[in-house]
């Protein structure tokens, strides 16, 4: 089960921190990522990390803006979303990949407006 939380109202130039808490399943061995749906478009790739987090992906519009990270002790892991920008809006979901596995939260709306 994925559980993210942290999202909500900001304005231009703000900051969130999305937090997603697994359980049910080898987090440590996962590969971990948070993708984002707007209105009227497809699903997309936001940030993604390895089980012992060597391996990072960004897309290009959040990159230098957005961190992700893993805590495997906790099943956590977290994206820290920095200069948000309108189009930034949408509900992210965080997702676990680990051989035919492959689990989805439920997503947690970020809307930023002024």
């Known amino acids: 089960q994925l559980v993210e939380s942290g999202g909500g109202l900001v304005e231009p130039g703000g900051s969130l921190r999305l937090s997603c808490q697994a359980s049910?399943?080898?987090?440590?061995?996962?590969?971990m990522s948070w993708h984002r749906q707007a209105p009227g478009q497809e699903r997309e790739l936001v940030a993604r990390?390895?089980?012992?987090?060597?391996?990072?992906t960004y897309a290009d519009a959040v990159k230098g803006r957005f961190t992700i990270s893993r805590d495997n002790a906790k099943n956590a892991m977290f994206l820290d979303m920095n200069s948000l920008k309108s189009e930034d809006t949408a509900v992210y979901y965080c997702?676990?990949?680990?051989?035919?596995?492959?689990?989805w939260g439920r997503g947690t709306q970020v809307t930023v407006s002024s």
């Open positions: 990390i390895s089980g012992a987090g060597g391996s990072i």
């Open positions: 049910g399943f080898s987090f440590r061995w996962s590969t």
């Open positions: 997702r676990s990949q680990w051989l035919s596995f492959d689990y």
